[in-house]
């Protein structure tokens, strides 16, 4: 395994940058088999990313979860496995609407105590790991006070099940909820020169000690400076700012900051990253791809060291980038 420089989220550590798994399910980016799939995971863990973040609410019936339970099997110790629950609801558990800033306005939670336990047996089960190092409900339900589902994660750690409280998808204030009942380790955001946390959940997170893992760190891949055309299946096409004349106008603004890439002899992937992990130091990125040599490319950002006058470079080129459309994907 290639060593990454380390980090903290809360008192876990893991590599400076993960991996997102979300990308391995049909239905993300496209059609993809089983077999690159896990080619894609073994990969990630070979060049050091010891986060590995999925979700029960990837895939149909905990494909996701399989998939990343399969590629780690017999190297569990070597991995920090992040899940996630609430999403995607079984036979028979109520939906409640998450209003989100997408093409279909809202999805379909539930994070009741109650039902907490039952998601954390079956994606233990999925993942074919007695313990789960990280978990957060996926989105925090409108019809629960955060500090109960909370609650019920909390007897998790306390029965061994789970090791590390996360939240995913919240507001500042409902972070301070949820750490006054048990500490958090990290709160997962969406980040990226493409979409700025917000601050306020970022001032929160630094005051009370809590890691960001940093979703869709590269755009959902426009930050690559790859992307010109998607296929049917891809599910960016309902974002705005993937749409024709929007992304034309948004490659146009990236110009800058393929350029400053260029000059450092570095890819435009790379610099994302490499600009990500200067935010704050304890800021955990999730890219995610399903080819080993972008992963690779990727990883290698956690060695890149930008110096000031290239920080302000990139800056004033970001003042610039102001994106058109909405870069909102789900995380």
Do not use: C
């Amino acid at each position: 395994m290639t060593v990454v420089p380390t980090r903290t989220l809360g008192d876990l550590t893991t590599s400076a940058i993960g991996f997102g798994a979300m990308v391995l399910s049909p239905g993300a980016y496209g059609e993809i088999d089983e077999d690159r799939a896990l080619t894609a995971l073994r990969a990630a863990v070979d060049e050091g990313a010891t986060l590995i973040d999925t979700s029960d609410g990837y895939g149909e019936a905990g494909h996701n979860e399989s998939i990343v339970g399969r590629a780690v099997r017999g190297r569990r110790e070597q991995v920090v496995i992040a899940t996630k629950f609430g999403f995607r609801l079984p036979e028979g558990v109520q939906a409640h609407a998450f209003p989100v800033n997408y093409s279909f306005g809202e999805l379909a939670v539930n994070a009741e105590p109650r039902h907490v336990r039952g998601y954390a047996e079956t994606s233990l089960r999925t993942l074919g790991t007695d313990y789960i190092d990280l978990y957060y409900p996926h989105f925090p339900d409108p019809t629960v006070p955060i500090e109960e589902t909370v609650g019920a994660v909390a007897e998790l750690i306390g029965d061994g099940l789970v090791r590390h409280l996360g939240l995913s998808n919240v507001t500042a204030e409902q972070l301070r909820r949820a750490h006054a009942v048990h500490p958090v380790a990290a709160v997962q955001a969406q980040w990226s020169m493409w979409s700025p946390v917000d601050a306020e959940l970022h001032r929160a997170a630094r005051e009370l000690g809590v890691g960001v893992v940093a979703w869709s760190p590269l755009g959902s891949g426009f930050l690559t400076g790859t992307v010109r055309d998607l296929g049917e299946d891809d599910v960016r096409r309902f974002i705005p700012g993937f749409e024709g004349a929007n992304l034309k106008t948004n490659n146009d603004r990236f110009a800058p900051l393929r350029e400053i890439a260029a000059e450092l002899d570095i890819t435009p992937s790379q610099l994302a990253l490499a600009w990500l992990l200067h935010q704050d130091e304890h800021v955990v990125p999730i890219p995610g791809s399903r080819t080993p040599a972008h992963i690779a490319e990727n990883l290698a950002a956690a060695h890149t060291a930008l110096a000031p006058d290239i920080l302000a470079q990139i800056e004033q080129a970001l003042t610039t980038f102001a994106p058109e459309g909405t870069s909102t994907l789900l995380g």
